[in-house]
């Protein structure tokens, strides 16, 4: 009798451990990705190939993932970060962020880069519910379309509200101009193109031409020797840094001076100097930013800290590139959306926390507020201009907001 009372006591202890168990594996195993200890987040980002210079971000995100792990993670998981290279190619974004999805199991796609990019991966990730967040492309889309996509969001301010600002100042600063644009030949490009017709407003006769390059060609020379030709002497520029650079070093090669408006994803200081290295006259030139002004300000706590991270954890980035400090403030925008979500980690969670902020991001320019709410999907939503003077962007006005 005693040992069928011992027996089925251990039985009894056995099946009660097994159910302990499996519990505890399903409550980290429930939502792919996360467990007790650790939550894995991916992205793809173009480490190579014709928008190569952006290559830094994923390495600086990885730096301040890497920081706060440092710091017990996040409600005590570890934050793991996997990347893979699609060249901005949407043709190698597809299987690399199924990849990611379906044999990496992350939790999240975060901060992939590239308007063609996410656009190729929208549709599957929404519909098999995955988070595609803090995407490294200031298209309106992520904000305009999440009725029909709720599981993607942006980060950075959009395009056409940045090139609306320039188009508006043109207007009312520059009564004589005569518009030449270079733009990239997609929705990036259009983009930028729509926001500057809508800021010149009854003026936008004053664009004379606008000339296109395709996003996988470095050589735009012809396109801006014609928009010289037709008599610009405005230049708008809404292409990649390389581009970018490029179309700087030839106009001042062809003896053409306009008055520079540079878009922001291509504006670093640091591509401004490569730019003047390879004899491109950029002074005066004008920009907007809405990053943390770690140049003119080296001595906030906000800048030790950056350049300390960076230092530490990414010591082969130069800390005066604005795209590491992107990649650290987008960064801390996934750390805060995650202790936000709280400890019951599910991507439900996620979106609502990143679709309710109220938050000041110590990377970002003072002044910035990132607010969100379940209708208004654009995080950052003000940005100042700059021009460009000896070797650093000076902020001057004040901080705008984006007109919808």
Avoid: C
């Avoid at 007790?36 to 600086?60: D, H, N, R």
């Avoid at 062809?254 to 290295?277: C, D, E, K, R, Y």
């Avoid at 109220?358 to 939503?381: A, C, H, W």
Wanted: net charge positive.
């Amino acid at each position: 009798m005693t040992r069928r009372l011992n027996g089925a006591l251990a039985l009894a202890v056995l099946v009660l451990a097994a159910v302990v168990v499996s519990a505890a594996f399903a409550a980290t195993s429930a939502t792919p990705g996360v467990t007790s200890k650790t939550v894995t987040i991916g992205g793809t980002f173009p480490l190579t190939g014709a928008a190569a210079l952006y290559g830094v971000i994923p390495k600086a995100e990885a730096a301040y993932f890497s920081y706060v792990n440092a710091r017990g993670g996040v409600n005590k998981r570890q934050i793991v970060f996997k990347y893979y290279d699609d060249g901005y190619n949407p043709a190698n974004t597809v299987p690399l962020t199924k990849k990611l999805v379906e044999q990496d199991h992350v939790f999240a796609i975060y901060g992939s880069l590239g308007t063609a990019p996410t656009l190729a991966t929208r549709d599957y990730l929404n519909k098999a519910k995955v988070p595609q967040v803090l995407v490294a492309t200031g298209d309106s889309y992520w904000g305009a379309q999440y009725k029909k996509y709720p599981w993607t969001i942006g980060f950075q301010p959009d395009y056409p509200g940045e090139s609306r600002v320039y188009g508006q100042f043109i207007a009312s600063k520059v009564p004589q101009a005569k518009i030449g644009v270079l733009m990239q030949d997609d929705s990036y490009g259009q983009n930028y193109y729509n926001g500057l017709v809508a800021g010149l407003g009854a003026d936008k006769s004053k664009i004379v031409d606008v000339e296109k390059y395709d996003a996988t060609s470095t050589d735009v020379t012809q396109q801006v020797v014609k928009l010289k030709a037709a008599g610009a002497n405005v230049f708008a520029l809404f292409a990649l840094p390389t581009q970018t650079i490029t179309a700087l070093v030839v106009a001042t090669k062809i003896g053409w001076q306009p008055t520079t408006f540079i878009n922001n994803v291509s504006s670093s200081p640091l591509f401004m100097s490569l730019a003047q290295q390879s004899g491109a006259n950029v002074q005066g030139d004008i920009t907007a930013t809405y990053v943390n002004d770690v140049w003119n300000n080296p001595d906030t706590a906000s800048a030790k800290l950056y350049k300390s991270i960076i230092a530490k954890y990414d010591p082969g980035a130069d800390p005066l590139d604005a795209n590491v400090l992107f990649g650290v403030a987008n960064a801390w925008t996934m750390v805060a959306a995650l202790k936000q979500a709280g400890p019951n980690l599910t991507r439900a969670g996620l979106m609502t926390a990143l679709t309710n902020m109220n938050q000041v991001n110590p990377f970002l320019y003072s002044g910035v507020k990132m607010v969100t709410t379940p209708t208004e999907r654009f995080p950052i939503d003000q940005q100042i201009l700059e021009q460009y003077k000896g070797t650093a962007w000076h902020p001057f006005g004040h901080l705008f907001s984006k007109a919808r």
